[in-house]
């Protein structure tokens, strides 16, 4: 149980254009998804909390018009990267959280990697 | 906001060996503190986590070790395998809205 999908595993994409992430929850419903991005040989850095039917929350210096996040149902959460350059080459990694008190436990996705050329 | 801190970057130890990495935070209303392993290009993967209403906790060869009065918490692997390689993150919780702050990761190697 509690298995989290991503889609796609990996693109490359040219500069200037646009690239959607989607997060799955597959046999949970998830209130809370989490969006971390993971440059190579580094920690993962939460960039934005994204709770179903309300606006994503940005962690400080995540620029809210490049990093669309979207939740629109318990079980969906899709990013968007807009506009994308060489320096948003990334892991973005999602997490799902299941809500209402029953664990704290985060459960992640597989993970994307980005490469812009 | 959290700070998370780690230690060492990276561990190398031999095979039957035990492994102990360190993390402290900062913040005193975090209550819930997971471990992850990750492997190269791989999702990471929860190994074990403490609640702040437990001093310790053991999963066969794991355990975590929990330091509320001092903020710090510990990984604890015994008779560690080389499949233990990986990547090894703490993480603490903020408080609100579940959000995790990680550590800065230890590479852990194990030798034959």
């Known amino acids: 149980g509690a298995v989290v999908s991503q889609h796609p595993s990996w693109v490359i994409c040219k500069s200037g254009t646009s690239v959607k992430i989607e997060c799955r929850s597959l046999?949970?419903?998830?209130?809370?998804m989490f969006w971390y991005r993971q440059f190579p040989k580094q920690s993962l850095m939460l960039m934005a909390t994204?709770?179903?039917?309300?606006?994503?929350?940005?962690e400080q210096g995540v620029e809210k018009d490049k990093f669309l996040i979207n939740h629109a149902s318990l079980t969906l959460s899709t990013l968007t990267v807009t506009s994308a350059h060489p320096e948003d080459s990334s892991f973005y990694i999602c997490s799902a959280h299941p809500g209402g008190g029953v664990t704290d436990t985060q459960y992640f996705g597989p993970g994307t990697r980005l490469t812009v050329l | 906001g959290e700070n998370v801190e780690q230690h060492p970057s990276t561990l190398s130890v031999q095979e039957g060996d035990s492994a102990v990495i360190k993390c402290t935070y900062s913040?005193?209303?975090?209550?819930?503190f997971p471990w992850y392993k990750q492997e190269l290009g791989k999702r990471p993967q929860l190994i074990i986590d403490?609640?702040?209403?437990?001093g310790e906790k053991k999963d066969q060869r794991i355990a975590v070790t929990l330091n509320k009065t001092a903020k710090h918490f510990s990984l604890h692997i015994t008779e560690t395998q080389p499949e233990d390689s990986a990547v090894y993150f703490c993480a603490a919780n903020t408080g609100t809205a579940s959000k995790l702050t990680f550590g800065t990761g230890t590479r852990l190697q194990v030798t034959l």
């Open positions: 046999d949970f419903q998830a209130t809370t």
């Open positions: 913040d005193s209303a975090s209550n819930y």
């Open positions: 994204s709770n179903e039917g309300s606006k994503a929350t940005y």
């Open positions: 403490i609640r702040s209403n437990v």
